[in-house]
């Protein structure tokens, strides 16, 4: 069961209207005039300029959709004559190679350090205590 909180409407249910003796009831607004049948210069001009943009964007988005037409037909191209499928692998995949390679180098540096670390503290300490 929910719980009530003060002053809560339950859905479909109105408030009481709260009627104080003695208070004047609020006087009714007039109706505002009516507006004027046409748009006035401003807005068409506002109109104009929102419309220019629409059709700006619409344009871009079919420029997108061209170029990425032409990527794809290019792409499908150059890949249709770049030959074998592992001369494809060792151009696409170059790449992994030479991150083996910094990986090997970073290793390799830092078990130099490491070393070298190791003769600063186990050997040196040996020397000066003894």
């Known amino acids: 069961m929910a719980k009530r909180v003060r002053g809560s409407v339950r859905p479909g249910q109105r408030r009481p209207i709260d009627r104080r003796p003695g208070v004047p009831a609020q006087p009714v607004a007039a109706a505002p005039a009516p507006k004027p049948a046409g748009l006035s210069d401003a807005e068409l001009a506002r109109a104009a300029e929102l419309e220019a943009a629409l059709l700006a ?18 792409r499908e191209l ?9 001369q494809q692998e060792a151009i ?29 503290v186990d050997v040196t300490k040996s020397i000066v205590i003894g």
């Open 57 to 74: 964007e619409e344009r871009a988005a079919d420029d997108a959709r061209k170029r990425a037409k032409e990527r794809a037909v290019t």
């Open 92 to 120: 696409e995949y170059a790449y992994v190679a030479r991150d083996v390679k910094d990986i090997v180098r970073i290793a390799a540096l830092l078990l130099a350090i490491l070393f070298v670390l190791y003769i600063l």
């Open 78 to 86: 150059s890949s249709a004559t770049r030959g074998s499928f592992a």
